[in-house]
């Protein structure tokens, strides 16, 4: 069915424009052109392609406004999060996954990469129906949500460097690469040809992967031509652990085992040697800054810039979910850089919302999305420009500096509407939410 919206402003590859109709048949765009809006359905603000949410963890939403109380670290935020992970299954799973996704539709996300590893029951038991039971129910949930999904099939097989998993870590865990492997390519089966689904594989970090288990992932996301992500240097105590057992850095590591590439994603890269940078750049990686995360567990500020200078694409997550606001994430990669360097302007606004938006989907594995031009997917999020956040603003700079979620009113998401007038199709998502946690509670 053909359907074609009239933008107020729109966000073209050659600038800000207005009057811009889009023209949808089915998931695509078939035509962009200046013109009156006729009886077409008029989106007011600035529209902009759909937004790449390139790391999520969906469960972890279920720790907002939780581990916030008191002190700690990375580390002692990890064993809440491990409470919450063991308290699932694939109903509660699925539930809690919607309300997430549809949180995210309404800040504008279109597609998530979900780094899943919660795979299998108690005490690391396959499911007995499905093996995969967790990994459906989250695809389930990007579709009732709106959103297309890289699902990106986590291996996870050590508790950390020469360490035995724990209990909640063995349902994460199958084994040995091989058997993960096995349980991948079943799931890569599953959803052969569905233009909405993309299964990629990740190696959760050199912590849960040990060297001579990466090349199997590797291959994997080889073979399928699909995502292959990867944690990278988030935390200090990792990289003094790799170097002291490996006697290289998590990035030199990952490179020796072929994990590093143009189909690669390290998320974090927050604590880099020059050395480093360098192997990203070089090899085309995208490196996934995940601020406000980063912030909220005080992990540190990544060299993004440097990276990007090297060759790296920049990509944007919400990761733990502490905030779901992708513009968010955007601004906070350039103000991450000025306190570190003192200096302003490391990204224009096209940049970091390119970083949300092209750049993000073709990490994910989805490059014809991202643009509003004729052949992409039609992905269409409209930002409202009067609010008292944006009145009196204009071009990116509105949307990137000024703008939340909550000023997103409209999403068409592959040609559905998903958000009319800042309401979902699901209904009330707070409730959905707020339902969802209390339930693991």
Known sequence: MSLTYWCEQAWLPDGVAGDVLVEIDGTRITRVEQGPPGSAERLPGLT???LANAHSHAFHRALRGHTQRGEGDFWTWRERMYE?????????YERLATAVYAEMALAGVTCVGEFHYLHHD???RPYRDDPNAMGHALIRAARAAGLRIALLDTCYLSGGIGVPLSEVQLRFSDGDSERWAARAELLAAAYEGQPDVEIGAAIHSVRAVPPDQMPVVAEFSHRHAAPLHMHVSEQRA???ACVEMYAATPVQLLHERGALGPRSTAVHATHLTDVDVELLGQSGTYLCMCPTTERDLADGIGPARAAADRGAQIT????SHAVIDLFEEAR????NERLASRRRGHWSAADLLAAATCTGHASLGFPGAGQ???GAWADLVSVRLDSV??????GLEAVVYAASAADVHSVVSGGRRVVAQGRHVLGDVAALLKKAIEELR
Do not use: F, Y
């Open 48 to 50: 902009i392609p759909g």
């Open 84 to 92: 919450v992970a063991g308290r699932l299954d694939p109903h509660s």
């Open 122 to 124: 108690q005490g690391g």
């Open 238 to 240: 990792e990289n003094t």
């Open 316 to 319: 944007l997550g919400s990761d």
């Open 332 to 335: 906070g990669m350039e103000l």
């Open 372 to 374: 509003l031009v004729p």
């Open 389 to 394: 956040r944006t009145a009196g603003t204009s």
